[in-house]
């Protein structure tokens, strides 16, 4: 108890420092995937990627963030066992920040694949069996997570297939693909719109001090997603037909620039939705440390999450997207040249999806990994012209990498913590 | 400093870019048997020589980037068409530019004459075999762009279309090839027999040519048939 009341500021300090250094190494790397494929289909280049990233980030980690924060926060370890040592919850979580950010680190500058949701949810876990024993993990909890791992690159996999196969079906197939491209597209800027403000109006907007019914969720995302259509009706007026070539009926050149209109949409939304479910991998453990600290030791209790936590969060993935993550979209962005507007669409779109879906359910996952599921989904409706196959095991890898890798340093940050401050 | 992203590492480099290149080379190879021809015509044999060597230099550039292709088509790559078939049209590709390669090494090797009467008729019959290649090439840059749609029910159309011109083409050079045959069976018995059974060749490959052409519009077919 007095050691909380001895060094709570400094605890705090710590805490915010370490959550930077994680939201930055988020922002610095994880960001780049979430935005590969739209500069990879030449859609948006990569200043205006990085444009659409440092807003929409910020607000999907501002307006979605808080619900999967409560999980890192609350759902992995059980606090109630920690009510006479408040303190070894502090330690715990600025250890896991610090394992995270600094394996997130070592990782980007090997160049391995590995996700910012595995550091965390491993760094975490880690210190919990350290220090608090086996029994102190909530196994179904962390169960969860890691089915979601393999469910959320599935579910996205099948949205992907799902979404294009209709864009093949009522634009492709059609004997005028261009008028289909026109008709059809605002449709899906409908569902790009409709999808994520009905998922952040639901789930997310509670700690901004905003209830909504479900009722008035549903007509307001309808009105939002109708918005933007009329948005996107408007940036499609400007492109017409195209140099009509050989073998003109089929005009795909000017039916991929339609679909890069789409492409700018579904940009934000994947932006929007990494930024709701992974800013909360650096958030979630600054806001523990913040509320037993505020609470005077009081583990567990339900003190609201400080506005500003997530303000911070997502600050820190804008300041890493804008000193190092511009680096790495322009790799990722100019390494997938194989990909067009209209299979960029449905991949991102299909993993935007999942990701904010999951955000709305507290469930935090990888980013990375649903893209990927979502990629080869568009792959197996023959939609892509080669996948490298070799690197799903190369990402399974480092799945089973991440997790001991941030718990081992987890474990180490978290004895020195307990060292330095008794 | 991030030297694998495991995300741009998923889009393996498509194949159908090699293919592409491929029998853009293997017509170019093609198109220089024309002005050879008309070389050897005239009996220029200094000029035939040069585009001699400039079909022998592309042939062995199409032949580079078929063993570049066949190399750099690991298992691991997930497709959307079947690798053997990928893999059966580069080489019918292949023998196109083969094929050219022969017609002027058998030409300029023997100094070939070709008589007076069936110059005009052989040099047509070349150009349309030239032409069903040239039509070959046209259905691959097609279906480049037949890929970003999924290879959906267009596909088909398209292809038909491209396909029923090649055939059209080959069947064209077919006819002419009878007519010169018989042509030169007429002269027969003027010209040396030697020189006779060569003629015969060489109407046979320029025959082959456009076969080969034809074919890789039917590789093609099966390619986006599944």
């Given at each position: 108890m007095s050691i909380i009341a001895q060094y709570g500021d400094v605890f705090i300090i710590l805490a915010c420092v370490f959550g930077f250094f994680m939201a930055w190494g988020v922002g610095a790397n994880d960001v780049a995937n979430a935005m590969g494929t739209s500069v990879g289909s030449k859609a948006i280049t990569i200043r205006q990627a990085i444009v659409i990233a440092v807003i929409f980030e910020f607000l999907g980690a501002w307006l979605a963030g808080g619900q999967v924060t409560e999980t890192i926060r609350k759902g992995i370890i059980d606090a109630s066992l920690?009510?006479?040592?408040?303190?070894?919850?502090?330690?715990?979580?600025?250890?896991?920040?610090?394992?995270?950010?600094?394996?997130?680190?070592?990782?980007?500058?090997?160049g391995w694949p590995v996700s910012t949701t595995h550091s965390i949810v491993g760094a975490i876990v880690g210190f919990a069996i350290a220090g608090l024993g086996v029994d102190s993990v909530h196994w179904n909890a962390v169960g969860t997570i890691a089915l979601s791992w393999v469910t959320s690159p599935l579910i996205a996999g099948v949205f992907a297939y799902v979404l294009f196969r209709s864009v093949q079906v009522l634009i492709f197939d059609n004997p005028d693909p261009f008028a289909a491209?026109?008709?059809?597209?605002?449709?899906?800027?409908?569902?790009?719109?409709?999808?994520?403000?009905?998922?952040?109006?639901?789930?997310?907007?509670?700690?901004?001090?905003?209830?909504?019914?479900?009722?008035e969720s549903l007509l307001l995302a309808t009105a939002f997603g109708v918005v933007i259509m009329m948005f996107g009706l408007l940036?499609?007026?400007?492109?017409?037909?195209?140099e009509r070539r050989s073998r003109g009926q089929y005009d795909f050149s000017s039916v991929e620039r339609i679909f890069g209109v789409l492409m700018m949409f579904t940009a934000c939304a994947m932006a929007f939705a990494h930024g709701s479910n992974d800013v909360a991998n650096a958030v979630g453990p600054l806001a523990a440390v913040i509320s037993v600290v505020e609470s005077a030791g009081s583990v567990g209790g339900s003190s609201a999450m400080p506005w500003w936590v997530l303000v911070l969060g997502g600050g820190g993935i804008v300041v890493g997207l804008v000193t190092y993550g511009h680096k790495v979209i322009a790799t990722v962005g100019t390494g997938i040249t194989e990909l067009t507007p209209s299979r960029g669409f449905a991949a991102t779109l299909s993993a935007a999806s999942t990701v904010v879906?999951?955000?709305?359910?507290?469930?935090?996952?990888?980013?990375?990994?649903?893209?990927?599921?979502?990629?080869?989904?568009?792959?197996?409706?023959?939609?892509?012209a080669a996948l490298n196959l070799r690197v799903l095991g190369s990402i399974v890898l480092s799945w089973l990498i991440t997790l001991p890798a941030g718990a081992l340093l987890s474990i180490m940050f978290f004895f020195m913590f307990k060292g330095m401050f008794g | 400093m991030v030297s694998t992203n495991p995300f741009s590492a998923l889009f393996g480099r498509s194949p159908f870019q090699p293919l592409l290149a491929h029998i853009v080379k293997t017509s170019e190879c093609a198109g220089q048997l024309l002005p050879f021809f008309d070389a050897a015509l005239s009996g220029d044999w200094e000029a035939a020589r040069g585009y001699r060597e400039a079909i022998t230099q592309l042939e062995h550039e199409a032949d580079e980037l078929k063993t570049q292709l066949r190399l750099n088509l690991p298992n691991t790559m997930f497709l959307p068409v079947s690798r053997s078939d990928l893999l059966e049209l580069i080489s019918v590709q292949d023998k196109i530019a083969n094929k050219a390669r022969d017609i002027t090494g058998i030409m300029l090797g023997r100094n070939m004459n070709i008589p007076d009467l069936l110059a005009e008729p052989m040099r047509d019959y070349l150009r349309t075999a030239v032409a069903t290649v040239d039509q070959a090439r046209k259905a691959l840059e097609e279906l480049e762009d037949l890929l970003e749609s999924g290879f959906g029910r267009n596909v088909s159309d398209v292809m038909q279309t491209l396909i029923r011109e090649l055939h059209e083409l080959e069947h064209q050079a077919d006819d002419q090839q009878i007519a010169i045959r018989r042509q030169l069976f007429q002269l027969e018995a003027e010209l040396p027999p030697v020189d006779v059974i060569f003629l015969y060749k060489i109407i046979e490959w320029i025959g082959e040519l456009s076969d080969r052409a034809e074919r890789v519009g039917s590789r093609l077919q099966i390619l986006t048939a599944r």
């Open positions: 920690l009510q006479q040592e408040p303190q070894m919850l502090v330690y715990g979580m600025l250890a896991s920040l610090l394992a995270a950010g600094s394996w997130l680190m070592i990782a980007s500058l090997k491209a026109k008709r059809y597209v605002p449709g899906y800027i409908f569902l790009v719109g409709f999808i994520v403000s009905m998922v952040t109006l639901v789930k997310g907007l509670s700690h901004v001090g905003l209830e909504l019914s479900f009722g940036l499609e007026n400007r492109i017409n037909r195209g879906l999951a955000s709305g359910t507290g469930l935090p996952i990888s980013t990375t990994h649903t893209l990927v599921g979502a990629v080869l989904g568009v792959g197996l409706a023959r939609g892509m | -």
